[in-house]
């Protein structure tokens, strides 16, 4: 079993839409959460970071960790063609540098 | 405004050749990462860095190793490249302290 699952996709959804975008993890000692966007030929930039459960909003973005059930979700409100991209979600624990993927989930937002 | 660049874009080298993939950040951060990315298989860390000379294998070190003699740069080598280690590899940084990692554009290699 992979320590983290994330659904590829891909998903396409009409411009002003919202998404949910999901990844679920294995291993209860991760206590660091984060979502990067992808664009095309492009390296990951950091979206959203978290720490344990709980929710955290930034403009169209919300992330959430349910550590209970070892899932978390980012969900983008009035998503724009401009969100057109590969979400990935990461972890780690509390400890090491090593950071955990899912494999990315591919958005496209129609105008 | 943080930089991390890689010395390539895209590379096409032969199966047997000594590749070199060079990363350099400019922001003094102690932590270097170096990952490749496939379809379906996402981000997978070869090796990182926490300092100048000290390395830590990833999870997929077979057939790499790499080099950090200054702290600014991480070099991946592939000592014989094979034509499974066609991929995209990410170089990423960390200031000491936080966890954001800041990416690199990428290097697509295509070995023949």
């Known amino acids: 079993q992979k320590e983290v699952e994330q659904d590829p996709g891909p998903l396409s959804v009409p411009e002003g839409a919202i998404v949910s975008l999901n990844c679920t993890y294995s291993n209860s000692a991760f206590q660091y959460f984060m979502w990067y966007r992808q664009y095309s030929r492009k390296g990951p930039e950091l979206l959203m970071y978290?720490?344990?459960?709980g929710n955290k909003e930034d403009g169209r973005f919300t992330a959430q960790v349910d550590k209970s059930s070892k899932y978390i979700s980012l969900f983008i409100r009035d998503s724009q063609p401009s969100d057109s991209a590969t979400y990935l979600c990461?972890?780690?624990?509390?400890?090491?540098?090593?950071?955990?993927f899912g494999t990315g989930t591919s958005l496209t937002v129609i105008p | 405004d943080v930089k991390v660049t890689q010395s390539s874009r895209y590379l096409v080298k032969r199966t047997g050749e000594k590749v070199f993939l060079e990363c350099v950040q400019d922001?003094?951060?102690?932590?270097m990462f170096w990952y490749r990315q496939d379809p379906g298989l996402g981000l997978r860390l070869i090796y990182f860095s926490y300092d100048v000379k000290m390395k830590e294998k990833g999870d997929i070190p077979e057939g790499y190793s790499v080099s950090r003699e200054k702290k600014e740069r991480f070099s991946l080598i592939l000592e014989s490249a094979s034509t499974n280690q066609t991929s995209m590899y990410l170089c990423?940084?960390?200031?000491?302290?936080?966890?954001?990692?800041?990416f690199g554009p990428g290097t697509r290699l295509t070995v023949l």
């Open positions: 978290t720490y344990s459960s």
């Open positions: 990423a940084s960390i200031p000491g302290g936080t966890d954001t990692q800041y």
């Open positions: 922001m003094d951060h102690e932590n």
């Open positions: 990461a972890m780690k624990g509390n400890t090491g540098n090593q950071f955990y």
